[in-house]
């Protein structure tokens, strides 16, 4: 069966590390998002993609990069970690078909700790 | 910009209780919306969604209404099990302004006691 995946599930990092999350999905969606959430926010929006090579800047994007090299992964990378990165991390994907409103699919998410 | 607004909770019933998860929102046009829910561990999942106003999403019970006139979108459902206690989000996406974003609300922790 298709799914997302993303790797690893838990990570503990130290301030000023750079630490990157993978995400991979099998469905051959256009559209990847990366979200982040934490209590009393709910789910932001941190960099999205509409296909490879593209990428795009959500509303928490400081601190973060992704890139689109193909259509199954989109890592995200934070640049020098630090405490306020503490979170639990969302990787989502969407087929995209142009002018339709598309189901997002979530990944199981990861728990990283910055000390 | 758009967003999102629900109640936060923790809302706790007892099984078999009527359930309501209110939902407003703000944006231009004319979003799509949704309700995610997340049990504990996992990622989100699509509970139900409707893209224009007066539809009806339903979904393993649980039905919600998109009215424009109120800009709402309540979860309801009328006898709640254990196994529906989860996290609810109630999201956006409005194709004029940010194709295929969603922007979400806080989430509201719904606890179902036997």
């Known amino acids: 069966d298709a799914e997302i995946t993303q790797s690893p599930r838990h990570k503990i990092t130290e301030t000023g590390r750079q630490v990157t999350l993978a995400c991979h999905q099998t469905w051959n969606h256009n559209n990847m998002f990366w979200y982040r959430q934490d209590l009393g926010h709910g789910l932001r929006l941190i960099h999205y993609s509409y296909g490879v090579q593209d990428t795009n800047k959500g509303e928490v994007s400081d601190g973060y990069s992704v890139s689109r090299s193909n259509t199954e992964d989109l890592p995200l990378t934070l640049e020098s970690a630090a405490s306020s990165q503490t979170s639990v991390y969302f990787c989502?994907?969407?087929?995209?078909?142009?002018?339709?409103?598309?189901?997002?699919?979530f990944g199981p998410g990861t728990r990283l700790t910055v000390l | 910009g758009d967003s999102v607004t629900q109640m936060e909770g923790p809302v706790t019933l007892s099984e078999e209780a009527f359930l309501t998860i209110n939902c407003t929102y703000t944006a231009t046009g004319y979003p799509s919306l949704f309700w995610y829910v997340q049990y504990p561990g996992e990622g989100l999942q699509l509970l139900l969604k409707a893209t224009k106003a007066d539809d009806k999403g339903s979904n393993k019970g649980f039905e919600a209404t998109y009215r424009k006139e109120t800009t709402s979108f309540h979860l309801e459902k009328g006898s709640v099990q254990v196994s529906d206690s989860a996290v609810y989000f109630c999201a956006l996406e409005n194709s004029g302004g940010s194709n295929y974003k969603l922007t979400f609300g806080k989430g509201t922790l719904l606890t179902v006691n036997p």
């Open positions: 989502a994907s969407a087929q995209g078909t142009g002018g339709s409103t598309d189901t997002q699919y």
